[in-house]
Nanobody
Framework: QVQLVESGGGLVQAGGSLTLSCAAS????????MGWFRQGPGKEREFVAT????????YYADSVKGRFTISRDNAKNTVYLRMNSLKPEDTAVYYC??????????????????WGQGTQVTVSS
């Protein structure tokens, strides 16, 4: 069982930066692939970024590649999402999630068993 709590969201101007944090409880955190997803107003939830258990492998949605960076600190049971050059279209509720240990696509939200409550990010133009 993994419990996740996101923080770090807020209001920022276009071009600005934010860092989201996701604190996890549970002994299996370091074994889980972790992901960030987001859901904008009137939109479906979409994949943003994912990172493997060691932090050595990451993958990003094309829309955020080069602007966002996912990282993790297993000693602190925390995963981060550094967001630079933010755009109004990045406005969304951002969720972190822990992938099921049995495998499956890293990009598919249905393969993630544990979710945080979300943190709002609003980018003004």
């Amino acid at each position: 069982q993994v419990q996740l709590v996101e923080s770090g969201g807020g209001l920022v101007q276009a071009g600005g930066s934010l860092t989201l944090s996701c604190a996890a409880s549970g002994r299996t955190f370091s074994r889980h692939i972790m992901g960030w997803f987001r859901q904008g107003p009137g939109k479906e939830r979409e994949f943003v970024a994912t990172i493997n258990w060691s932090g050595g492998s990451t993958y990003y949605a094309d829309s955020v590649k080069g602007r966002f960076t996912i990282s993790r600190d297993n000693a602190k049971n925390t995963v981060y999402l550094r967001m630079n050059s933010l755009k109004p279209e990045d406005t969304a509720v951002y969720y972190c999630a822990a992938h099921r240990l049995s495998g499956g696509s890293w990009l598919d939200s249905a393969q993630y068993d544990y979710w945080g409550q979300g943190t709002q990010v609003t980018v003004s133009s």
